[in-house]
């Protein structure tokens, strides 16, 4: 006779245990960026603090995935909202969460602005080089030659330009006295766990904190398990996952 | 908590712009988000000059959007926040004054009408008015008053925070840089010196501690029929709520057997019109609605049922005009218009235009 465990699936309390299934396509990388998100969150026990706001395109599926008070924003829009949270009540640790989409092409103003002004809040971009929700076309962060509904012989850099590289773009511009600003992937969680860590301690410290996080979008790609681990790869060595930007004191 | 200046009544000589910014301590606003355009910008100055003696915030934005979507954030966060803007700032704007009407945000907001379309001119106009009421890909569940006057911005400004905080629907002041650069004298009061207590507010994210069940805001649905759901309940609410809101000045109005209908600054200019008419021995009289969004309907159409003739006035091509003439479909009042796209009316032109309708009446 086969003995059934009573064992639930091990969730994070900054996750909402009634959400049930991932909204998200297989393959989908935000579901690991959320659950590392919120494995964070409770190692440093910002449960009470954190309001977490997300924007339009695929990151909007994530409206209720939290365990946080939580605004769905709208298409560009989640930056301003959240900076105006922690404007309002510096206590809150506030997280903008949105795509390339969201955060380096409608958005890019408000994610410029942020970090010039040093915006109590982390941004996280997933970045996985197209607009998912909205069918796949070309994003601020396709590859060059990857094909995209808008760019179906693939991205010609002469015509479209270069792929923006937010992270660099971001290090550059943020306060090194009071910022966090690096880029990750979702092919190392525990790393990604370790990057989250010290962008929002720098958040609850007060600081301006941006993580772009390397994604991948199989659905879109039209990639299998191999193809889209490659592909990963690819994106790795072309946009460089590390820690540019690191306030003193941050660990 | 924010510190209050006026304590006491107090008569000032001000711009319009200043007494809103006194009006919104007065109305115990914590934080303004802002970006400059003409013609508010003093709104924001008198605002940052007073933050040491009122302990409130400010924030400069890098746009209108961001204005919109931080005061947005502001007010989740559980603060009386506010903004104002005007013309390309008013319509870029829209994004986040649309969200505020999906997720019934009390947002507050002045605008102070310029020229349009576009970068136009950057005193003066009455052409925001159907962007105010309607903007935004939705269906107008806003509140929207139109004021007349300096005593008007402080009694309204202040009654824009305790409507929107009551019914949930983002409010708005509509005036217009006449209003917002002339100077006027006026009273600074204490709400609470008037009976007026403010509508207490709450945090929608963050502060809960484990008190509440976390909170989570939508702005997407899945379905059409779920929208339709949700909108139909803001529908009923707004049609419900809308006889407790609705406001409208009548002056002289009883006989008129010429109904002036105009609103905001050229209403004033209307009720100067009125009196001269009167000397003439023309029986004009002037309906104001205040709230423009809702419209007072009932006193509208039983005005324009009384009435000979009706005379349409604004500082925009018939943007007023259009909303009350839905509103008073069957009525077979004719009617005649004086619109001066973008340039202020005054109450020679209206008694002029007047004239000549008695004259020669109005078949419309």
């Known amino acids: 006779m086969i003995e059934m465990l009573e064992k639930g699936p091990r969730l994070a309390k900054a996750q909402n245990a009634e959400v049930g299934a991932s909204k998200f396509c297989p393959g989908c990388g935000h579901g690991m960026i959320l659950k590392t998100l919120a494995q964070t969150i409770d190692e440093l026990e910002l449960n009470d603090k954190a309001v977490f706001g997300c924007d339009i395109g695929c990151s909007l599926l994530s409206w209720n995935y939290m365990n946080v008070d939580t605004v769905q924003t709208h298409h560009g829009r989640t930056t301003p909202v959240i900076y105006g949270v922690t404007r309002a009540n510096p206590d809150l640790v506030g997280i903008a969460y949105m795509g390339d989409g969201g955060g380096l092409a409608i958005g890019s103003q408000h994610l410029v602005n942020a970090a010039v002004r040093s915006e109590n809040l982390l941004i996280i971009v997933a970045n996985n080089t197209n607009y998912g929700m909205t069918g796949g076309q070309m994003s601020p962060t396709t590859m060059p030659g990857q094909k995209t509904e808008t760019t179906p012989y693939g991205r010609d850099c002469d015509v479209t330009g270069r792929p923006a590289k937010g992270a660099e773009m971001v290090a550059s511009i943020a306060d090194p006295e009071k910022s966090f600003v690096a880029r990750a992937s979702v092919s190392n969680l525990r790393k990604l766990k370790a990057t989250f860590k010290k962008a929002l301690k720098n958040v609850d410290m007060g600081g301006f904190s941006f993580v772009e996080v390397l994604s991948v979008c199989p659905l879109n790609w039209r990639t299998n398990n191999v193809q889209t681990w490659d592909r990963l790869k690819t994106m790795e060595e072309f946009f460089e996952v590390k820690d540019f930007v690191q306030r003193e004191g941050l660990e | 908590m924010v510190k209050k200046l006026i304590t006491q009544d107090t008569r ?353």
């Not at chain 2, 605002?47 to 924030?59: D, N, Q, V």
């Not at chain 2, 959007?65 to 506010?82: H, P, Q």
């Not at chain 2, 021995?281 to 709230?291: D, M, N, V, W």
């Not at chain 2, 091509?317 to 259009?322: D, E, M, V």
Request: charged share 20%; hydrophobic share 40%; proline share 5%.
């Open chain 2, 12 to 364: 000032m000589f001000l711009t319009g712009n200043e007494v809103i910014a006194y009006a919104a301590n007065a109305a115990e606003a914590e934080f303004m988000y802002g970006y400059p355009i003409t013609p508010q910008n003093e709104i924001m100055h008198t605002w940052c000059k007073l933050l040491p003696k009122t302990e409130a915030g400010f924030l400069q934005t890098e746009d209108e959007i961001s204005a919109g979507f931080s005061t947005i954030g502001g007010i989740l966060a559980g603060k009386r926040a506010f903004t104002a803007t005007a013309g390309p700032g008013n319509v870029i704007m829209q994004d986040a004054q649309s969200m505020a009407e999906m997720m019934r945000i009390p947002f507050v907001c002045a605008v102070m009408q310029r020229g349009g379309p576009s970068t136009a001119t950057v005193i003066y106009a009455q052409q925001e008015t159907r962007l105010t009421c309607f903007g935004g890909n939705g269906e107008g569940f806003r509140i929207v008053y139109s004021t007349a006057g300096h005593q008007d911005l402080y009694d309204y400004m202040i009654k824009a925070f305790n409507t929107a905080w009551k019914y949930r629907f983002p409010t708005f002041m509509l005036a217009d840089g006449y209003q917002g650069k002339m100077r006027e004298p006026v009273t600074l009061y204490d709400p609470a010196s008037r009976g007026i207590k403010m509508v207490p507010v709450e945090a929608t994210l963050g502060g809960a501690n484990g008190s509440r069940p976390v909170n989570h805001v939508r702005n997407t649905f899945n379905l059409e029929e779920e929208l339709m759901e949700v909108l139909d309940k803001y529908q009923e609410e707004f049609d419900r709520i809308s006889p407790e809101i609705e406001e409208y000045l009548e002056y002289k109005a009883d006989d008129a057997e010429v109904l002036i209908i105009a609103h905001g600054i050229v209403a004033r200019s209307a009720m100067t019109a009125v009196d001269e008419l009167r000397a003439k021995g023309i029986k004009a009289g002037l309906f104001r609605p205040i709230t423009l969004r809702p419209l007072a309907v009932k006193p509208l159409r039983a005005a324009v049922a009384r009435a000979k003739q009706v005379l349409f006035t604004e500082s925009a091509n018939g943007q007023l005009a259009q909303m009350v003439l839905e509103k008073i479909y069957g009525l077979q009042t004719p009617y005649s218009t004086l619109f001066k796209m973008g340039v202020g009316v005054t109450g020679d032109d209206i008694v002029q235009k007047v004239e000549s309708m008695v004259k020669e009446p109005a078949t419309v």
